[in-house]
């Protein structure tokens, strides 16, 4: 009972005053606007599901409370002493209910229920644009198998944000280099798997979330409504990285798209055409930082330094402490002695970032960067975080590499 009527108009006005800016503020628990068939269809039986859990909870609550009250020991009332029904009318007390929950379940929620599940796993015949999704530790890769479209989609949000050395913007940790472009209005399905551990491809507003798991193919599909960027996150904890390998999918009308694509092909073109050039030490140390700071940096770090146990520095002469395992593996391809790292000749060097050190984290990047990236990307190693060899890699080297294999 309130003691003082007077608060009663003053709380109202208090509540009213608090409720019109939340009313106008996007309430962060909802979902976030669906975009596909899949996403609408989810949210109908989220909204439905809701519903008639409220009413249930609101019924049989209301039920228990008013039998507890009307059934109270001040009045008189004793505990019942039977364990069961036994009298017809009690078995029909049971049964009602009962009979009722299982059509709610099986009918009421479950026929729109099912459907969701099959219209999400309908992948078949109609879509005319399939999309492959590799995750990787800890990146996405982007692949338009028969359009010869292939690149790498890694996080743009500088180093500098999660520190709170810089401002934190809006899209913080949801900003990639390469978003993947799709097409609205057409169903797109897409294939996902993994080069390492279980990564999972989740975008809220299309209602898709679908695991890629390393040795599978599985799929799933969008048909996006309307042009915009949708963002997403990996849903699966996948290491350290975990937070840094975030979804953004620019959404276009079909003509756009097919020009976007067109001219994505001939830039990949030109690009597979570059080893002929030949840099300067110092423009490849420029380029190889880049190459660096998307591809290496979540585990090298950004000085190069490693972390100590899991990652190894680059930086030749600084002491590193690990499992022996790891550090004897090292040791033989000439990258380990003494307990510090030294950088080992160029050609294993090459090896190693084309082909990853197998059973380890260090993945094979011969298959995500171009010749020129892995030349600039070894150089840069080579010469910065104290290296001074001053030897420049060159593309033509990679490639002589590959084909040495
Ligand atoms: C997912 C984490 C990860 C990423 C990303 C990564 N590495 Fe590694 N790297 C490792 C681990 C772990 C090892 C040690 C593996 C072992 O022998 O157990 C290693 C070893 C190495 C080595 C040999 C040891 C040393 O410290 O010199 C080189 C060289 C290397 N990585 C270069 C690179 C380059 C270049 C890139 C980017 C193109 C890169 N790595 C990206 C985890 C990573
Ligand atoms: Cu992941």
Known sequence: MLKHPRLLPRAAALGALLAAPLARARNPFEFQAPVTPVARETLYV??????????????????????????????????????????RRQWVWIALPFVALVFIDYVVMGIPAYHAAIAMADTRDDAKLVVKATGSQWK????????????????????????????????????????????????????????????????????????????????????????????????????????????????????????????????????????????????????????YEKNCSACHQANGLGIAGTFPPLAGGHPFSAPAAMTSALEQRGFYRDGKIVLGPVAKHLDIVLHGIPGTPMAAFGAQLSDADIAAVVTYERNDFGNHTGEAVQAADVRAARAAK
């Open 46 to 87: 989220h909204n439905l599901f809701l519903v008639i859990i409220a009413i249930l909870f609101v019924l049989g609550m209301s039920f228990l409370l008013y039998s507890v009250y009307r059934h109270r020991k001040s009045r008189g009332h004793q505990p019942a002493t039977f364990t069961g029904p036994t009298r």
């Open 140 to 291: 996405w890769q982007y692949e338009y198998p028969g359009e010869h479209v292939r690149y790498s989609s890694t996080l743009a949000t500088p180093a500098d944000q999660f520190d709170g050395r810089a401002p934190k913007d809006p899209n913080y940790l949801l900003e990639v280099d390469h978003p993947l472009v799709l097409p609205v209005g057409e169903k797109v399905r897409i294939l996902l798997t993994s080069t390492d551990v279980i990564h999972s491809w989740w975008v809220p507003a299309f209602g898709v979330k679908q695991d890629a798991v390393p040795g599978f193919l599985r799929e799933t599909w969008v048909k996006i409504d309307k042009p915009g960027v949708y963002r997403g996150q990996c849903a699966e904890l996948c290491g350290v990285g975990h937070a840094y390998m975030p979804i953004v999918v620019v959404a276009k009308a079909e003509p756009e798209f097919r020009a976007w694509l067109a001219k994505t092909r001939a830039a990949e073109a030109a690009a597979a055409a570059e080893p002929a050039k030949t840099l300067s030490l110092e423009e490849l140390r420029a380029r190889g930082n880049s190459v």
